[in-house]
């Protein structure tokens, strides 16, 4: 078990009556620890000041944030060169019932835990995957936040858990592709890169926002607008993006395999080149 702080604080238990534990009232990040240092710092507050103004939470002062984030790492037993942190905003307590004022004050949560590691093969030779039965509800507030609510993706992620698919693409309810349960999805189609919109559903992860901007900075223009189904499996290439791993080739979707990844290559390149390293290996 990892140690826990709660605001800051050194904690092991958290309220039952939570409303992160009994509505999933809250936001969180999983943030890449490379160095000591969390990887697009940037980009996850961000992500948490758009979700807190859609759930009418207040976001706490980003400095602060950012020294309990550095105390908890430094706290860690784990390896800190590469470890993976969680950082969680609950609504805090209340009294029972879905009211509550707004805006509210949160509980922050952070802990540090071990990173897993990603075979080298994955990254030379691509991954696996299926498309999920599971769909995701359109036109969601909450879309493009990352919420404590993840039974989607809890439902989507146990279709393939005793397979040996690496990933699973989800679906919307119109067969548009959104994202995987832990990644955003890219597809390159004659020289384009294009990446699902996710104004209706789906999570904004940080690493695709990076690829975004690394490309732009480089004169490729990445295409955000809806992928039907068939246009994932009449693409030419397809990749992963994930805060932890950074990018990886998709080399199968069920019969459909993808033998070529130049421009996923030159995508990898490029973020090699700006801090994830990974992607080199």
């Excluded at 832990?182 to 690493?207: D, Q, Y």
């Excluded at 693409?235 to 019969?255: A, H, I, K, M, Y």
């Amino acid at each position: 078990m990892s140690d826990w702080f709660r605001n800051g604080v050194a904690a092991n238990t958290v309220s039952i009556d939570d409303r992160a534990f009994q509505y999933g009232d809250g936001l969180f990040e999983t943030i890449a620890i490379r160095g000591g240092q969390p990887r697009l710092w940037r980009y996850h507050v961000d992500r948490l000041a758009r979700g807190c103004e859609r759930l009418g939470l207040v976001l706490p002062d980003s400095e602060v944030l950012r020294d309990q984030l550095d105390a908890a790492v430094q706290h860690s037993s784990e390896n800190t060169a590469h470890c993976t942190a969680k950082l969680i905003l609950s609504s805090g307590v209340s009294e029972r019932g879905y009211s509550r004022k707004i805006p509210s004050d949160v509980v922050t949560f952070i802990a540090v835990f071990g990173a897993k590691t990603i075979a080298p093969a994955r990254y030379r030779d691509g991954v696996d995957t299926i498309v999920c039965d599971t769909r995701l509800a359109l036109f969601s507030v909450t879309a493009g936040c990352k919420t404590l609510d993840r039974l989607e993706q809890v439902l989507a992620r146990s279709e393939f858990a005793s397979k040996t698919a690496f990933e699973g693409f989800t679906l919307d309810a119109d067969d548009r592709l959104i994202c995987g349960t832990m990644s955003n999805v890219f597809i390159v189609a004659n020289g384009f890169v294009i990446t699902p919109s996710l104004e209706r559903c789906g999570v904004e992860g940080v690493m695709r926002r990076h690829v975004i901007d690394v490309l732009s900075r480089n004169g490729i223009d990445v295409e955000v607008r809806d992928v039907g189904e068939a246009e994932l499996f009449g693409c030419d290439e397809v990749f992963l993006t994930n805060s932890q791993f950074g990018v990886l080739p998709v080399r199968r979707c069920g019969e459909k395999i993808w033998r070529r990844h130049a421009v996923t290559r030159d995508v990898m390149e490029k973020l090699a080149a700006n801090n994830v390293p990974e992607c080199a290996t």
